[in-house]
């Protein structure tokens, strides 16, 4: 299961544009909680203790308590909006946990026993469609990762969702189709499939637009769905 994390947290009296760059200009990151048939909570943390979680690795597949008047409220990240010159925190979202509550995630897949598979040992190579997985979680039960064995698989060989056993109290979200995550080809033929990624890429580049280093217009910008 993923770590809980504890991010303190003050009210945010003042909303608006404003109030928002205020808080940014004295270190703090101006968030929400919502969800949890309760009105929305308009709240502000520490920009440092809100990057220092994010660099966790895990932060938006954890359960994230946080500390608001005395009080520990658990919640779940949804969103964190980061400025477009400095990849700074400039507004996060946290959705409230009730008792029992199911979540939707994102988690990584790891996989294991590559030295026990026939096709790995032979050259092939394992292409890796999905690296992550979405799934639907118990809030208290959410998976770090999924691991996935590979022992017994031969090139040319396909791995399904089908296949994989999942934690208890976690299924997949996509269940109109027994989706591919990976596969097991020869060199040669992944080699192949690169090539023509890469040319469908240059067919399709478009020259990319001029981005302004204007540094309060691109703040208006990320503000505009915040409040």
């Given at each position: 299961m993923s770590d809980a994390l504890t991010l303190p947290a003050e009210t945010r009296e003042r909303a608006g544009k404003g109030a928002?760059?205020?808080?940014?200009?004295?270190?703090?990151?101006?968030?929400?909680?919502?969800?949890?048939?309760?009105?929305?909570?308009?709240?502000?943390?520490?920009?440092?203790?809100?990057?220092?979680?994010?660099?966790?690795?895990?932060?938006?597949?954890?359960?994230?308590?946080?500390?608001?008047?005395?009080?520990?409220?658990?919640?779940?990240?949804?969103?964190?909006?980061?400025?477009?010159?400095?990849?700074?925190?400039?507004?996060?979202?946290?959705?409230?946990?009730?008792?029992g509550a199911k979540v939707e995630v994102q988690v990584p897949v790891v996989f294991v026993n590559e030295a026990a598979s026939p096709g790995l040992k032979k050259g092939g190579v394992l292409n890796i469609v999905r690296h992550e997985l979405e799934l639907v979680c118990d809030a208290e039960k959410i998976p770090s990762e999924i691991e996935i064995d590979v022992e017994g698989k031969e090139v040319g060989d396909s791995i399904h969702i089908s296949e994989v056993t999942l934690p208890e109290g976690s299924e997949s979200a996509i269940t109109d189709r027994d989706f591919t995550i990976a596969t097991l080809v020869a060199p040669s033929a992944l080699k192949k499939a690169e090539e023509e990624t890469d040319e469908e890429v240059d067919a399709e580049d478009v020259p990319a637009t001029e981005q302004g280093d204007d540094e309060d217009a691109a703040e208006e910008q990320e503000e505009k769905s915040e409040d």
């Open positions: 928002s760059r205020a808080l940014r200009r004295e270190g703090r990151v101006p968030a929400v909680i919502y969800g949890g048939k309760e009105e929305p909570t308009p709240i502000h943390v520490e920009a440092k203790e809100l990057v220092r979680l994010l660099d966790t690795g895990h932060f938006m597949n954890s359960i994230v308590e946080i500390e608001l008047g005395g009080k520990k409220m658990k919640t779940l990240p949804k969103d964190v909006s980061l400025h477009p010159v400095t990849d700074r925190p400039v507004h996060a979202d946290f959705f409230r946990l009730a008792k």
